[in-house]
């Protein structure tokens, strides 16, 4: 059962010559054929190349050339993430025949530190949502229940990771999109600091709040990941000019004497009773290994919900108007120019990127733009005073990752109650600090994932915590059954 394995578990066997990277590779694309009918994680899947780049490894391998930190290692990107040569479609009819001429940084990353890509994973369309309920192709299952939703934008790529389609994927996190299906589908994911890792090449959605990173298995493999990802990067000007630590080096170390705060604001009524439990539970085993944990009040939290959808949807109108069908993208024939526009955005668009779009051109407005943009601007910045103020006399904030746990699918039909999805999470993007959701416990059977905040570009201290945490909690290392089988679309 090699698709199994962890990312630190398969490093090791492929060290010592146990495994070769051909033959892990087949074991994830076996499991894939087996499996993603029923999950659908992936949107394309690169299984030739896949091998071929397999084979290259092992060459190199028996040569003993360096082949790099994660050599022979599956890897499944979201399909937001440019890759040359494969098709790059953001769930989108839109972009449903794109393929990229280069690569975004992070798989160009991960491709020279020999990560082998296996496939493209499904999520919202242009990665708006919180269900995979809105690409434009089918909606990802969660690997624990196949009845209820991975969660999203993300979801394809969680789904995989739990499912054992993959050993560790990337995502893209806007407003929760990592951590929300990490809870949803009990694995970890990371949402770096702001400039940590780069986004040159990830198509945009909002552009100050777009963050990539990795979903694992668990944290040590979370902290590898980051390893190769995480630096400056010239082609992205947001990109932070500050070297990044081994994070590795930070598990293990005991936590004894960290100060975690507690905000009341997300242990509310709108928090289902299962995962309020399970993360006090989690709060406990911190206390245990020496952590002082205390209540403390984030007091504009109500408002970062609501100022987050005004600034992602007027930088997703900004973003999206590239989107014409003149140089890339859906073109459709029309008898006139007005009309062509009209046709390739009405038609190469799905309903929910439309409303974000008209949203957001609404709030940029001439008339609107004071009321509601520069409100929501000031809202964040009070948000992000809040966690200043916090993290004076914090090390950490711990909180739920998602306010509940996975929901059936289709039986959300409310936006506003989809967008609610977010609450846990947003805050987090709209202070640009680093964030981890992992696995704290079950609800009626689902999992439940407690969500760890940081100071900026205090990475290594949330994984610090998160792995002391992950190895004394007493979880189960239990693993979703995936019932029904059957092929996948191949490239």
Same mark, same amino acid.
């Given at each position: 059962?090699?698709?199994?394995?962890?990312?630190?578990?398969?490093?090791?066997?492929?060290?010592?010559?146990?495994?070769?990277?051909?033959?892990?590779?087949?074991?994830?694309?076996?499991?894939?054929?087996?499996?993603?009918?029923?999950?659908?994680?992936?949107?394309?899947?690169?299984?030739?190349?896949?091998?071929?780049?397999?084979?290259?490894?092992?060459?190199?391998?028996?040569?003993?050339?360096?082949?790099?930190?994660?050599?022979?290692?599956?890897?499944?990107?979201?399909?937001?993430?440019?890759?040359?040569?494969?098709?790059?479609?953001?769930?989108?009819?839109?972009?449903?025949?794109?393929?990229?001429?280069?690569?975004?940084?992070?798989?160009?990353?991960?491709?020279?530190?020999?990560?082998?890509?296996?496939?493209?994973?499904?999520?919202?369309?242009?990665?708006?949502?919180?269900?995979?309920?809105?690409?434009?192709?089918?909606?990802?299952?969660?690997?624990?229940?196949?009845?209820?939703?991975?969660?999203?934008?993300?979801?394809?790529?969680?789904?995989?990771?739990?499912?054992?389609?993959?050993?560790?994927?990337?995502?893209?996190?806007?407003?929760?999109?990592?951590?929300?299906?990490?809870?949803?589908?009990?694995?970890?994911?990371?949402?770096?600091?702001?400039?940590?890792?780069?986004?040159?090449?990830?198509?945009?959605?909002?552009?100050?709040?777009?963050?990539?990173?990795?979903?694992?298995?668990?944290?040590?493999?979370?902290?590898?990941?980051?390893?190769?990802?995480?630096?400056?990067?010239?082609?992205?000007?947001?990109?932070?000019?500050?070297?990044?630590?081994?994070?590795?080096?930070?598990?293990?170390?005991?936590?004894?004497?960290?100060?975690?705060?507690?905000?009341?604001?997300?242990? +509310?009524?709108?928090?289902?009773?299962?995962?309020?439990?399970?993360?006090?539970?989690?709060?406990?085993?911190?206390?245990?290994? *020496?952590?002082?944990?205390?209540?403390?009040?984030?007091?504009?939290?109500?408002?970062?919900?609501?100022?987050?959808?005004?600034?992602?949807?007027?930088?997703?109108?900004?973003?999206?108007?590239?989107?014409?069908?003149?140089?890339?993208?859906?073109?459709?024939?029309?008898?006139?120019?007005?009309?062509?526009?009209?046709? +390739?955005?009405?038609?190469?668009?799905?309903?929910?990127?439309?409303?974000?779009?008209?949203?957001?051109?609404?709030?940029?407005?001439?008339? +609107?733009?004071?009321?509601?943009?520069?409100?929501?601007?000031?809202?964040?910045?009070?948000?992000?005073?809040?966690?200043?103020?916090?993290?004076?006399?914090?090390?950490?904030?711990?909180?739920?990752?998602?306010?509940?746990?996975?929901?059936?699918?289709?039986?959300?039909?409310?936006?506003?109650?989809?967008?609610?999805?977010?609450?846990?999470?947003?805050?987090?993007?709209?202070?640009?600090?680093?964030?981890?959701?992992?696995?704290? *416990?079950?609800?009626?059977?689902?999992?439940?994932?407690?969500?760890?905040?940081?100071?900026?570009?205090?990475?290594?201290?949330?994984?610090?915590?998160?792995?002391?945490?992950?190895?004394?909690?007493?979880?189960?290392?239990?693993?979703?059954?995936?019932?029904?089988?059957?092929?996948?679309?191949?490239?």
């Amino acid at each position: 059962m090699l698709e199994q394995l962890t990312v630190a578990a398969a490093l090791e066997k492929l060290a010592n010559r146990e495994i070769s990277a051909r033959e892990l590779t087949e074991a994830v694309l076996t499991r894939i054929d087996d499996v993603d009918k029923s999950v659908r994680a992936y949107i394309t899947v690169t299984g030739e190349r896949a091998l071929q780049a397999a084979e290259k490894i092992d060459e190199k391998r028996a040569k003993g050339e360096n082949t790099g930190p994660l050599a022979g290692v599956p890897v499944a990107l979201k399909d937001n993430i440019c890759t040359g040569g494969v098709l790059t479609s953001c769930a989108s009819k839109m972009l449903a025949n794109f393929i990229p001429p280069y690569d975004a940084t992070v798989a160009l990353l991960l491709q020279e530190a020999g990560a082998i890509l296996v496939g493209k994973t499904n999520l919202d369309e242009f990665a708006m949502g919180s269900s995979t309920e809105s690409s434009a192709f089918f909606t990802s299952r969660n690997p624990w229940d196949l009845t209820r939703v991975p969660g999203g934008s993300s979801g394809g790529s969680a789904a995989a990771v739990a499912a054992d389609e993959t050993l560790f994927s990337l995502g893209t996190d806007t407003g929760g999109s990592i951590r929300q299906p990490a809870a949803f589908c009990g694995i970890v994911g990371l949402k770096p600091t702001y400039g940590r890792v780069s986004r040159f090449g990830v198509v945009a959605l909002a552009s100050s709040l777009d963050h990539v990173g990795p979903l694992t298995k668990d944290v040590r493999d979370c902290a590898l990941i980051m390893n190769v990802i995480a630096g400056h990067d010239k082609n992205d000007s947001t990109s932070a000019e500050l070297a990044a630590p081994d994070y590795t080096s930070f598990l293990g170390r005991e936590i004894k004497g960290l100060r975690i705060g507690v905000p009341v604001e997300y242990f +509310n009524a709108d928090i289902e009773d299962g995962v309020k439990k399970a993360v006090r539970k989690a709060i406990d085993v911190f206390v245990s290994l *020496g952590a002082e944990a205390e209540e403390i009040s984030l007091p504009h939290t109500q408002y970062a919900l609501p100022a987050f959808y005004i600034l992602a949807a007027a930088e997703a109108s900004s973003n999206l108007a590239r989107y014409d069908g003149v140089q890339y993208g859906l073109h459709m024939a029309a008898a006139n120019l007005d009309d062509f526009y009209k046709k +390739n955005r009405s038609e190469g668009f799905g309903s929910e990127v439309k409303r974000r779009i008209i949203f957001g051109t609404y709030i940029l407005s001439s008339g +609107n733009y004071d009321h509601y943009y520069l409100k929501a601007m000031k809202v964040r910045t009070l948000v992000k005073e809040d966690f200043e103020r916090a993290f004076a006399g914090y090390d950490l904030i711990l909180t739920p990752a998602a306010p509940t746990t996975a929901f059936k699918a289709g039986s959300v039909e409310d936006r506003l109650q989809m967008y609610f999805n977010d609450s846990c999470t947003v805050a987090a993007n709209l202070a640009g600090l680093p964030a981890i959701s992992l696995p704290c *416990g079950f609800a009626d059977g689902l999992p439940v994932g407690l969500q760890l905040i940081g100071k900026p570009f205090a990475e290594g201290t949330v994984l610090q915590a998160a792995y002391a945490y992950e190895q004394n909690s007493g979880l189960p290392k239990s693993k979703p059954a995936v019932k029904e089988a059957g092929g996948a679309l191949h490239e």
